[in-house]
């Protein structure tokens, strides 16, 4: 997670950099970092897992040549074969040189860890974006406890039918959620991008991993450290604190799939359909793993799939498994940092979320400025005993620790 600001010359140097640039081994290309495209990118066409543990890149493409006709920011063919005709508002604000209104949409401001890293992602890029293109800014979100889908959709449509946006991104929480209103907006002519799961809608450019790679991804990281230490996994569980969740579903079933394949007689004490739900609370997290582990003491490996992997962690060195029960999961915060040190947690798998929310500013800046598609670099970084310290201080710098 990157949490230094970079200029926009920054930017305008990185853009006319190869794609293969971006391909960095376990370090998510930042936003203001990453090549680009003249052509929407197309997510739901790439469903191979990674080969390589230190990256799990989800697809971009940034190769694919623009569609005959296409003119952006000004006209294009979208990727369902619709034409996209940039609104005359905005079309207008460009010619005068006057600032666009650029909304970004997220899911809770009071989610702990995701919110405050996704609100300093947003405040990060915002200036770079504005160097390249006047724009006034504005993030918006439900202050509920978990992530209200209707309520966001309802804090977009209100924005949108009052015209005060003129360029949108949103942070998409599944995979059909937002299509609808994504697509009805860019029909408008209004740019769209989203940004943290995968979307299925027309917007330009989803900016994140493939749910079901991270998990191949994790299993290839479990099993490497299971030969590295000289360890015999066998039995495993999946858990999150809201298991229902496409991306959460597609991080379990990769997971179980790559461990099968890798250790074929490992046993799973639950699948996607039974998986332990620990809620997003601290407490009941820790109270959820703490009489999972008594009731499953066989188990040696237990999956989070979003960010209560320290709680687990916790319980295991509460009841004197250390060394014969471990848990990884996403996402980074203290108690996970501590928990890799202690040897209770294999690896934190960061999706960089600072970086997928500061996409935003700096995909409509680029598009609409110089008529340039960033395309999707948002890879997973794996944090294990090897770059704990560096990610520990980077963790610190972000949250004014």
Same mark, same amino acid.
């Given at each position: 997670?990157?949490?230094?600001?970079?200029?926009?010359?920054?930017?305008?140097?990185?853009?006319?950099? +190869?794609?293969?640039?971006?391909?960095?081994?376990?370090?998510?290309?930042?936003?203001?970092?990453?090549?680009?495209?003249?052509?929407?990118?197309?997510?739901?066409?790439?469903?191979?897992?990674?080969?390589?543990?230190?990256?799990?890149?989800?697809?971009?493409?940034?190769?694919?040549?623009?569609?005959? #006709?296409?003119?952006?920011?000004?006209?294009?063919?979208? =990727?369902?074969?619709?034409?996209?005709?940039?609104?005359?508002?905005?079309?207008?604000?460009?010619?005068? #040189?006057?600032? *666009?209104?650029?909304?970004?949409?997220? #899911?809770?401001?009071?989610?702990?860890?995701?919110?405050?890293?996704?609100?300093? #992602?947003? %405040?990060?890029?915002?200036?770079?974006?504005?160097?390249?293109?006047?724009?006034?800014?504005?993030?918006?979100?439900?202050?509920?406890?978990?992530?209200?889908?209707?309520?966001?959709?309802?804090? *977009?449509?209100?924005?949108?039918?009052?015209?005060?946006?003129?360029?949108?991104?949103?942070?998409?929480?599944?995979?059909?959620?937002?299509?609808?209103?994504? &697509?009805?907006?860019?029909?408008?002519?209004?740019?769209?991008?989203?940004?943290?799961?995968?979307?299925?809608?027309?917007?330009?450019?989803?900016?994140?991993?493939?749910?079901?790679?991270?998990?191949?991804?994790? +299993?290839?990281?479990?099993?490497?450290?299971?030969?590295?230490?000289?360890?015999?996994? =066998?039995? !495993?569980?999946?858990?999150?604190?809201?298991?229902?969740?496409?991306?959460?579903?597609?991080?379990?079933?990769?997971?179980?799939?790559?461990?099968? %394949?890798?250790?074929?007689?490992?046993? @799973?004490?639950?699948?996607?359909?039974?998986?332990?739900?620990?809620?997003?609370?601290?407490?009941?997290?820790?109270?959820?793993?703490?009489?999972?582990?008594?009731?499953?003491?066989?188990?040696?490996? *237990?999956?989070?799939?979003?960010?209560?992997?320290?709680?687990?962690?916790?319980?295991?060195?509460?009841?004197?498994?250390?060394?014969?029960?471990?848990? @990884?999961?996403?996402?980074?915060?203290?108690?996970?940092?501590?928990?890799? %040190?202690?040897?209770?947690?294999?690896?934190?798998?960061?999706?960089?979320?600072?970086?997928?929310?500061?996409?935003?500013?700096?995909?409509?800046?680029? !598009?609409?400025?110089?008529?340039?598609?960033?395309?999707?670099? &948002?890879?997973?970084?794996?944090?294990?005993?090897?770059?704990?310290? %560096?990610?520990?201080?980077?963790?610190?710098?972000?949250?004014?620790?």
């Amino acid at each position: 997670m990157r949490i230094r600001s970079r200029g926009a010359l920054t930017l305008l140097a990185a853009v006319s950099l +190869a794609v293969t640039a971006c391909n960095t081994p376990a370090a998510s290309s930042a936003p203001s970092q990453v090549a680009t495209t003249t052509s929407p990118t197309d997510e739901a066409e790439v469903t191979t897992a990674p080969t390589d543990a230190e990256t799990s890149a989800a697809p971009t493409d940034a190769e694919t040549s623009a569609a005959p #006709g296409d003119d952006w920011p000004e006209t294009g063919t979208l =990727k369902d074969g619709s034409t996209f005709t940039l609104h005359e508002r905005v079309a207008d604000k460009l010619a005068a #040189g006057e600032p *666009i209104n650029y909304v970004f949409s997220y #899911g809770s401001t009071a989610i702990p860890l995701f919110s405050p890293q996704y609100a300093a #992602g947003y %405040e990060r890029t915002l200036p770079e974006a504005q160097a390249i293109l006047p724009m006034n800014g504005q993030a918006v979100a439900p202050s509920s406890a978990v992530q209200d889908i209707n309520e966001q959709i309802a804090q *977009i449509d209100a924005l949108f039918q009052a015209d005060q946006i003129d360029c949108l991104s949103v942070q998409s929480t599944g995979t059909d959620a937002f299509s609808n209103i994504v &697509n009805d907006i860019m029909a408008t002519g209004i740019p769209v991008f989203t940004v943290g799961v995968e979307s299925n809608g027309n917007e330009f450019t989803n900016f994140t991993q493939i749910s079901n790679n991270e998990g191949l991804q994790a +299993a290839e990281i479990i099993v490497e450290y299971m030969n590295d230490n000289d360890l015999d996994f =066998k039995t !495993f569980a999946v858990s999150g604190g809201d298991p229902t969740q496409n991306w959460a579903q597609g991080r379990m079933q990769g997971f179980i799939d790559g461990i099968m %394949e890798a250790i074929p007689d490992a046993t @799973f004490v639950n699948d996607v359909s039974s998986a332990l739900n620990v809620t997003y609370d601290p407490a009941a997290a820790y109270d959820a793993y703490s009489a999972f582990i008594q009731g499953n003491p066989e188990v040696q490996v *237990i999956q989070n799939v979003d960010i209560s992997a320290e709680h687990a962690a916790r319980a295991i060195a509460d009841s004197g498994n250390t060394g014969e029960m471990f848990a @990884f999961g996403w996402n980074v915060s203290i108690g996970q940092l501590d928990a890799i %040190e202690a040897g209770t947690q294999i690896v934190a798998l960061d999706q960089q979320w600072g970086d997928q929310a500061g996409f935003g500013a700096l995909g409509c800046a680029e !598009f609409l400025a110089n008529g340039n598609i960033l395309p999707n670099t &948002n890879v997973l970084k794996p944090i294990t005993t090897e770059n704990v310290e %560096e990610a520990r201080e980077e963790f610190m710098s972000i949250s004014g620790g």
